[in-house]
């Protein structure tokens, strides 16, 4: 199985890109924990909250991986199958440093520990779009966070793109990059 991870600052696009690229490889895309994480205990979150996110996040990827193994019954899965994950640990690692200043040890070890084929990297190009759970609007955090995305990036070894332009250029571009490496 390939593993695509879809990274970036809120508002970029990731949760809409991972929902369109499951549907053009006909397969399943692993949301974003944090998300239904929120929306159940409320949007104020602590450094221990992270924590849990990043838990339920590594332990979500893990039950949709099982899925596409045993195959999913709805699913025409194509061969090899593609998982795409709207959040990672270097999501939880970037998260956290910028929030707190400090990152759990848990996260940093998963952060070494995932493996991903592809990273696609959301550029901040796309208009903020107001969302209760989301915190930067300003220009200066979102060129901030994506900087430090991109450091990270840089400092590993599987490939990683970019990916910027209005919803249509981001899916074309994405399918480009996923399909060098099929």
Same mark, same amino acid.
């Given at each position: 199985?390939?593993?695509?991870?879809?990274?970036?600052?809120?508002?970029?696009?990731?949760?809409?890109?991972?929902?369109?690229?499951?549907?053009?490889?006909?397969?399943?895309?692993?949301?974003?924990?944090?998300?239904?994480?929120?929306?159940?205990?409320?949007?104020?979150?602590?450094?221990?909250?992270?924590?849990?996110? @990043?838990?339920?996040?590594?332990?979500?990827?893990?039950?949709? %991986?099982?899925?596409?193994?045993?195959? &999913?019954?709805?699913?025409?899965?194509?061969?090899?199958?593609?998982?795409?994950?709207?959040?990672?640990?270097?999501?939880?690692?970037?998260?956290? &440093?910028?929030?707190?200043?400090?990152?759990?040890?848990?996260?940093?070890?998963?952060?070494? %520990?995932?493996?991903?084929?592809?990273?696609?990297?959301?550029?901040?190009?796309?208009?903020?779009?107001?969302?209760?759970?989301? &915190?930067?609007? @300003?220009? &200066?955090?979102?060129?901030?966070?994506?900087?430090?995305?991109? !450091?990270?990036?840089?400092?590993?070894?599987?490939?990683?793109?970019?990916?910027?332009?209005?919803?249509?250029?981001?899916?074309?571009?994405?399918?480009?990059?996923? !399909?060098?490496?099929?």
């Amino acid at each position: 199985m390939l593993k695509v991870a879809i990274i970036g600052p809120e508002s970029t696009g990731k949760s809409t890109l991972c929902r369109q690229l499951a549907e053009h490889y006909q397969t399943l895309w692993v949301p974003e924990y944090a998300r239904a994480y929120l929306q159940e205990h409320g949007k104020s979150y602590n450094y221990d909250s992270l924590l849990e996110i @990043a838990k339920g996040q590594w332990a979500l990827e893990r039950e949709y %991986e099982e899925k596409i193994k045993v195959g &999913e019954p709805a699913l025409n899965i194509q061969h090899p199958a593609i998982l795409f994950s709207d959040t990672e640990m270097y999501v939880m690692k970037v998260w956290a &440093e910028f929030v707190f200043g400090k990152c759990h040890h848990w996260i940093i070890d998963k952060a070494v %520990e995932q493996h991903y084929d592809l990273y696609l990297l959301c550029n901040i190009d796309l208009a903020w779009t107001y969302d209760v759970l989301r &915190e930067y609007p @300003a220009p &200066e955090p979102r060129q901030r966070l994506f900087r430090m995305y991109k !450091d990270i990036l840089i400092n590993q070894p599987v490939p990683w793109a970019i990916i910027s332009g209005d919803y249509q250029q981001r899916l074309s571009e994405s399918i480009t990059a996923v !399909d060098r490496i099929l």
